[in-house]
């Protein structure tokens, strides 16, 4: 009887660390309330749009990263996703966006799923997955954008 109890017991322990692992690599290991702390500003990593100086690097930084192929993916409902919009502040619009939820506006599930999309964000660049919100100077040191 003893065995049974045994044998019950691990069975649940695993069974409740399989569903944590499945849960971490279908978010990408992002949990929700998952904040950039010690960086200033309303989004971290993201530059300050205040100057037009600021405004110009980040359009010419979403051009090129356009130019380049660069491919963000992502989710209408993901807080990591509005982040990383949200550093582009107007130059979003240059973006080369795909929606992977398939009730989102312009979704396109079956491109998400045949590039093996397991988190959002995630940028891809000449075969390169590039998981989570990127800072824009990331992003353009992955592109070498100045």
Same mark, same amino acid.
């Given at each position: 009887?003893?065995?049974? =109890? /045994?044998?019950?017991?691990?069975? /649940? &322990? +695993?069974? +409740?660390?399989?569903?944590?692992?499945? &849960?971490?690599?279908?978010?990408? #290991?992002? =949990?929700?309330?998952? *904040?950039?702390? !010690?960086? @200033? !500003?309303? &989004?971290? #990593?993201? *530059? *300050?749009?205040? @100057? @037009?100086?600021?405004?110009?690097? +980040?359009? !010419?930084?979403? =051009? =090129?990263? *356009?130019?380049k192929g660069v491919v963000m993916y992502g989710a209408y409902w993901c807080s990591h996703c509005n982040n990383q919009k949200k550093m582009f502040g107007d130059a979003v619009k240059y973006i080369d966006y795909v929606e992977c939820d398939p009730s989102g506006e312009g979704a396109n599930p079956d491109e998400c799923k045949a590039n093996e999309i397991e988190g959002y964000p995630t940028w891809i660049y000449e075969g390169t997955k590039y998981p989570g919100e990127m800072s824009l100077e990331k992003l353009a040191q992955i592109v070498g954008y100045k």
């Open positions: 009887m003893d065995s049974k =109890k /045994i044998y019950l017991f691990f069975s /649940i &322990v +695993i069974a +409740i660390v399989v569903v944590g692992l499945l &849960v971490v690599f279908y978010t990408g #290991g992002q =949990k929700p309330d998952q *904040t950039n702390s !010690g960086e @200033s !500003g309303d &989004v971290a #990593g993201a *530059t *300050t749009q205040d @100057s @037009s100086q600021d405004k110009e690097w +980040i359009e !010419g930084l979403a =051009k =090129k990263l *356009t130019e």
